[in-house]
């Protein structure tokens, strides 16, 4: 039987990178238009490229995102659009629309097409009628059960995604005009300005200006807002569905993010079915803890009722703070890239990708902070590349945290 993949989002070049070397089967990245996080730094004509050749290089598929919705203005630019990428040698490309899947075939563009979750696909029939149509992935929609997973896989020939692990909508497989109404920003064209997040009051019809409190939370009230997705142990059952792809969402998310989710779940998907899969489990959520995240459901499909939903804010109990520049060497003083500050004197806790099973995290001490190697410092600040001296030697693809007390 083939083995399920991780499939992983790719926000930027190092984020694609990082899902790679952290475990990635196949990674997902957009460019400017037609996807569905305009806001997300997506990739250039000269990035597609080196994506490209960067997955092939490390036998990782990539799968380029044509998924938000055309209106009918669209289809002429839409069209110039897939004409400057159609000869990129994408593994495949995601596509919501079928007015977009048209104008792809029209152009001949030559890869798999994968149909986005937000087409909805719930049964059988609709599976068949998207392969016919050209489809071999078929990302069902969220609402999906376990039980017409598997019926699915019986029927069809399709490979099938679900997602695993990141954020919900409460909206049906994404599909809301919440953001479009309340803020003039269409979610189905990638512009979501997450208003299910936002703080609500009650106001009373005769008392307009008069705001009263919810309370649901000490930091606010999010009552719109769903859980975070965390399929992680009902992985063997959906193995067992027959599921091929487990897909990771958080494009707009740090690289950290991408890094460690992608890592915990390739290792699940490694020992599943053996004995390690339940002596990994406390290891494997107490890291998927350590990235940020709403209170996680495994409720995906909604099969227990309510427990997906309920305003829940977000929980950080760990801060990404930059990652090593590789330089293939295990040294104790390295280039360091920085995303949030770093002192002198302070632990970091190190996070690396996981081999044949073995995990090499630990926590490194900062003897010393340089600028443009000679001018010490006692704070490096985000977004530098400075010179750091460890306690102890740093391998390669070391991604560094601070763990909250
Ligand atoms: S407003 Fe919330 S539910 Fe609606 S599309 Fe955006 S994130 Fe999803």
């Not at 289809?75 to 629309?97: N, Q, T």
Request: aromatic letters at 12%; one cysteine or more; a negative charge.
């Amino acid at each position: 039987m083939k083995k399920p993949i991780i499939v992983s989002p790719a926000g930027n070049r190092e984020k694609l990178k990082f899902a790679v070397r952290y475990g990635a089967d196949n990674v997902f990245f957009g460019g400017d238009f037609y996807n569905l996080r305009i806001q997300s730094q997506n990739f250039s004509f000269e990035d597609m490229k080196w994506a490209v050749d960067f997955c092939r290089e490390n036998k990782v598929e990539s799968t380029f995102l044509l998924n938000s919705f055309l209106h009918q203005n669209d289809l002429k630019d839409a069209a110039e659009y897939i004409d400057k990428i159609k000869d990129m040698g994408f593994h495949s490309i995601m596509v919501s629309d079928p007015g977009m899947l048209m104008l792809l075939k029209e152009a001949g563009v030559d890869c798999h097409f994968h149909l986005s979750t937000q087409m909805n696909t719930l049964n059988d029939r609709s599976v068949k009628f998207w392969l016919d149509a050209g489809f071999s992935r078929i990302v069902l929609g969220r609402e999906t059960t376990i039980e017409e997973v598997k019926m699915i896989k019986r029927n069809t020939d399709a490979e099938i995604e679900i997602f695993a692990h990141g954020a919900l909508c409460i909206a049906y497989s994404g599909r809301c005009l919440l953001s479009r109404y309340l803020s003039g920003r269409d979610a189905n064209q990638g512009d979501c300005s997450q208003p299910c997040r936002w703080g609500y009051s009650l106001v009373e019809e005769k008392r307009p200006g008069d705001h009263m409190d919810v309370i649901e939370y000490k930091s606010g009230t999010e009552i719109l807002s769903s859980k975070d997705l965390c399929l992680l142990e009902r992985l063997e059952e959906y193995i067992d569905a027959g599921v091929d792809a487990f897909k990771i969402e958080g494009r707009i998310k740090s690289l950290y993010h991408a890094a460690n989710s992608t890592r915990i779940y390739k290792h699940a998907l490694e020992t599943a079915g053996t004995p390690q899969f339940r002596n990994n489990m406390d290891f494997w959520k107490k890291e998927l803890d350590l990235v940020s995240h709403r209170p996680y459901t495994s409720d995906l499909f909604n099969e227990f009722d309510k427990l997906g939903f309920g305003g829940v804010p977000y929980i950080n109990r760990a801060l990404f703070v930059g990652y090593k520049i590789d330089d293939g060497k295990e040294r104790d003083e390295i280039l360091f890239k920085t995303f949030n500050p770093v002192r002198v004197g302070e632990t970091l806790s190190a996070i690396f990708p996981i081999e044949n099973g073995i995990i090499r995290d630990g926590d490194f001490k900062v003897l010393k902070i340089y600028y443009d190697d000679v001018i010490e410092t006692d704070m490096a600040r985000p977004r530098q590349l400075c010179r750091m001296v460890f306690d102890k030697p740093v391998a390669d693809n070391a991604i560094f945290r601070r763990i909250n007390e």
